[in-house]
């Protein structure tokens, strides 16, 4: 018995030794790996929180948009007022411009007036189409200058003081629906003034008893997208809207 006690003891050594010394090797090929390719934990918790930081702060789209527009675009959304009781918005490059929060919207066509090369918004009124001087209210549209970008939307009726004049004032800024526009029509459009491009920023909601989503008034229209920035080449305005 004693005999076969001291064979087991060298070998029970023997086996410590070796599972010690593979230990120690493979402790050593993890510290040069991480000498060789400069990795620690410290390390490794860096780049995740970079990671996360870079998720963190990526760009954000605009104007409730779904994507992002091109570098050469501008970022908008357009809504109506809903019949007489909800004013209408205007968003522009991530900014709410007028609103009935803001509480700087009227009765008749909501308007903002953008630089078409910066963005920069020049102005926003509201011409009031019920009760306003249609005189005053053309010599408005027609002074603002070739190139700037247009934002309106409707609240209200809108057509009370129109004029086939100012139908025509909007039809050179690239609307085709204007002309329609009839009594408590919804109207939402963005155009450039000087274009000979029809806008793809323009819906309509009809005056219909039979599809009216009010009594007497029909729901409220919007748009949203991308508007391309405005181009001057030969004094005559290109590109697509």
Not at 77 to 98: D, L, Q, T, W
Not at 106 to 117: A, D, K, R, Y
Request: proline residues 4%; charged residues 20%; positive net charge.
């Amino acid at each position: 018995m004693r005999c076969r006690a001291a064979l087991r003891l060298p070998a029970v050594i023997a086996v410590l030794l070796i599972t010690w010394g593979i230990s120690i090797n493979s402790f050593d090929v993890q510290e040069k790996a991480r000498n060789i390719l400069g990795f620690n934990y410290a390390d490794q918790l860096k780049l995740q929180l970079k990671a996360v930081d870079s998720t963190t702060s990526a760009p954000k789209t605009k104007c409730g948009l779904s994507r992002l527009c091109p570098p050469d675009h501008f970022a908008l959304h357009i809504r109506s007022g809903v019949a007489n009781v909800i004013g209408p918005k205007i968003c522009f490059e991530g900014k709410i411009i007028m609103s009935h929060v803001l509480n700087n919207i009227g009765s008749g066509l909501n308007i903002v007036v953008v630089n078409g090369q910066n963005g920069t918004v020049e102005r926003f009124d509201y011409l009031n189409m019920q009760t306003g001087n249609p005189e005053d209210i053309l010599a408005y549209l027609k002074a603002i200058k070739p190139g700037m970008i247009v934002l309106v939307a409707s609240f209200d009726d809108v057509t009370k003081k129109m004029t086939d004049e100012m139908r025509e004032a909007f039809v050179g800024m690239g609307s085709t629906l204007i002309k329609s526009v009839k009594h408590r029509d919804s109207w939402v459009f963005a155009g450039r003034v000087g274009t000979e491009n029809k806008s793809l920023h323009e819906r309509q909601a009809v005056n219909d008893a039979k599809t009216n989503a009010y009594e007497g008034w029909p729901g409220f229209v919007e748009v949203s997208g991308c508007f391309p920035k405005t181009k001057l080449t030969d004094d005559k305005l290109n590109g697509p809207l």
